[in-house]
C-alpha cells in the first residue's frame, strides 16, 4: 500500500482515496493506495523482459538446430522431456516475464529490487544470450 494513502482516505468509506504523490521520492500512489514503479525499475524491468524473449527466441533456434541435450538449464531441460521443448519454452519464458511485471509493481516496496535486477540482467546476458548467439553465429559463419 501506498505510505501515503492513509492519511488521504476520505470520511465516507464509500468514496476512493484521492490522488497522492509522495514528495521528494520517486513513486507515486494511483487513486487506489497502489505506489506506481518508478522509470528507472520500469526500464530495468523493460531491459530484463527483452533479454527473457531474446534469450527465448536463440534457444528455440538452438534447440531446433542442436536438440534439447543443448538446453544448459536441467531443470529446463526435464520439463522440455515431459512437455515438448516449445511449450515448455513458451511456459517458462512467460512465467518469467510475469514475474518480472509483478516485482516491478512490487519495487517501491521492495528496496534491493533494482540491483537485483541488475544482477539478472548481466547474468542472463552472461549465461545466456551471449553463449547462445556465439553458438548460432559461430554456426552460421562457418
Not at 515448455?88 to 519495487?107: D, E, M, P, Y
Request: glycine share 10%.
Amino acid at each position: 500500500m501506498c505510505p501515503t494513502a492513509a492519511k488521504t482516505l476520505p470520511a465516507d468509506l464509500g468514496q476512493r482515496p484521492s490522488l497522492s504523490v509522495i514528495v521528494g521520492g520517486k513513486s507515486s500512489c494511483t487513486p487506489s493506495g497502489f505506489a506506481l514503479p518508478s522509470k528507472d525499475i520500469i526500464a530495468l524491468g523493460s531491459v530484463l523482459a527483452l533479454l527473457q524473449l531474446a534469450d527465448g527466441v536463440l534457444t528455440g533456434i538452438g534447440i531446433f538446430n542442436y536438440g534439447v541435450s543443448m538446453e544448459g538449464n536441467a531443470l529446463l531441460r526435464a520439463l522440455m522431456g515431459l512437455v515438448g521443448w516449445m511449450p515448455a519454452l513458451i511456459l517458462v519464458k512467460g512465467l518469467s516475464i510475469g514475474l518480472v511485471a509483478i516485482l516491478c509493481h512490487q519495487a517501491s516496496s521492495i528496496k534491493w529490487l533494482r540491483p537485483a535486477f541488475c544482477g539478472v540482467i548481466v547474468l542472463y546476458l552472461m549465461m545466456a544470450v551471449v553463449p547462445w548467439t556465439y553458438i548460432l553465429l559461430s554456426d552460421l559463419l562457418a
